[in-house]
């Protein structure tokens, strides 16, 4: 069943991104849900293209690409598989590679963005990064292996360029920017995670370190930050999706501190 009034386009998503408030060179971090936003003349693609259109190259895009099944096969949970064959999985799995690797449950727009001509992608297996404009170079270099979505991720990057968060469609349980805050309170849990690289031309099971993540705490957080930030927060429709456009740093500095008032950490390894 057809889900709007009328068709959404390319021109009439510009023009309700700008009503929203982005803006030619601004730089923006997107989360969607193009299901989310009715029924769209080319779909994924006239998502990014308004997107590009509104925002230029003067600015900078960047989406999510994460790869999550790029990793050890004895945390997969859904499904799991059998333990028989994780040597297998570990020996054979295909390494990451930016240009080919899918995003994994990213959604159709970010699979179509980081197949986009002057779309790069950061080198991180799973937790990637692609960013379109003037910074992108800068925004997905270096990505840490250990600590993806730390302060040698794009997260970071988008934070020192006092960027903002486009969530189309979805709620703060998608807003990744919150893990950046995780990373800088004191203590948290570290475990061990493995993915297929490529290393000096070969490819290698390469194990490294990140944080235990807390997403279970993201929407009730992202609840308090509206209201304490509400008045700040630009709320509007992009076709029939309900979407929130915050800075960063804001939603990065409040969930840091709730963290450090709301939970119990532990010593780092």
């Avoid at 009439?12 to 936003?37: P, R």
């Avoid at 059998?82 to 449950?105: L, N, Q, V």
């Avoid at 170079?137 to 730390?150: A, F, P, R, V, Y």
Wanted: glycine residues 8%; contains cysteine.
């Amino acid at each position: 069943m057809i889900n709007t009034e009328q068709p959404v386009t390319r021109s009439s998503l510009a023009q309700d991104f700008k009503k929203l408030g982005v803006q030619k060179g601004m730089t923006v971090i997107v989360h969607t849900s193009l299901s989310k936003m009715g029924w769209v003349c080319g779909g994924a693609v006239a998502v990014v293209q308004a997107l590009m259109d509104v925002v230029t190259e003067e600015g900078n895009l960047i989406m999510p690409t994460h790869s999550a099944e790029l990793s050890d096969p004895a945390g997969w949970g859904n499904p799991p598989v059998p333990k028989e064959w994780w040597g297998t999985i570990r020996a054979e799995m295909p390494a990451f590679d930016p240009a080919i690797s899918p995003t994994y449950f990213m959604g159709a727009v970010a699979e179509v963005f980081r197949t986009c001509p002057e779309v790069i992608r950061s080198s991180h297996p799973t937790v990637s990064f692609a960013a379109w404009g003037k910074d992108k170079e800068w925004i997905t270099g270096n990505h840490s292996l250990d600590n993806g979505l730390g302060e040698s991720s794009p997260l970071a990057r988008v934070y020192d360029l006092n960027g903002s968060i486009l969530l189309i469609g979805v709620g703060h349980e998608s807003n990744t920017s919150m893990h950046l805050a995780e990373y800088r309170v004191p203590g948290q849990k570290q475990v061990e995670e493995g993915s297929p690289v490529m290393e000096s031309g070969q490819r290698v099971w390469k194990m490294y370190k990140q944080i235990e993540y807390q997403e279970e705490l993201f929407e009730e957080i992202g609840r308090q930050f509206e209201e304490n930030y509400g008045q700040e927060i630009k709320i509007a429709r992009a076709g029939s999706a309900t979407c929130r456009l915050m800075k960063q740093k804001q939603l990065v500095d409040f969930t840091e501190n709730w963290l450090k008032q709301n939970i119990q950490t532990s010593s780092p390894m």
